[in-house]
C-alpha cells in the first residue's frame, strides 16, 4: 500500500501563503486520482481539492480562486497552494489516494488574524 507524507505546514498571518506537498512511496498515485482534505478542531474531515490523472481539478466553494491542486508524477508528490489563507483555513490538511485510500499524518496549518 503506499505511504503518504505531508509536509510544508505552519503558521501563517491570514493573507499569507502556504505550500503543502504530498509525497508518495510508490508510482501508483500516477495512476490514481489524488485529493486534499482538511479536518479543523470539532469538525468533520472534508475534501477541498482534487486532481485526476488528466490534470482535471475540482475545489470545495471556500477555497476556490485561492487554493491549487497540482501533481508532478515525476517526483510522485501532489503539491496544494494556498494563498490569501484565511483564520477559518486553520486545520490538520492530509492527501489520499482517491476514492478511498489510506491516509498520510497530516501537516497542521494554522492562520492567525
Known amino acids: 500500500q503506499v505511504q503518504l507524507v505531508e509536509s510544508g505546514g505552519g503558521s501563517v498571518q491570514a493573507g499569507g501563503s502556504l505550500r503543502l506537498s504530498c509525497a508518495a512511496s510508490?508510482?501508483?498515485?500516477?495512476?490514481?486520482?489524488m485529493g486534499w482534505y482538511r479536518q479543523a478542531p470539532g469538525k468533520s474531515r472534508e475534501l477541498v481539492a482534487s486532481i485526476t490523472t488528466n490534470y482535471i481539478t475540482t475545489y470545495v466553494d471556500s477555497v476556490k480562486g485561492r487554493f491549487t491542486i497540482s501533481r508532478d508524477n515525476y517526483k510522485k508528490t501532489v503539491y496544494l497552494q494556498m494563498n490569501s489563507l484565511k483564520p477559518e483555513d486553520t486545520a490538520v490538511y492530509y492527501c489520499?489516494?482517491?476514492?478511498?485510500?489510506?491516509w498520510g499524518q497530516g501537516t497542521q496549518v494554522t492562520v492567525s488574524s
Open positions: 510508490g508510482s501508483i498515485i500516477i495512476f490514481t486520482n
Open positions: 489520499r489516494v482517491l476514492p478511498m485510500g489510506n
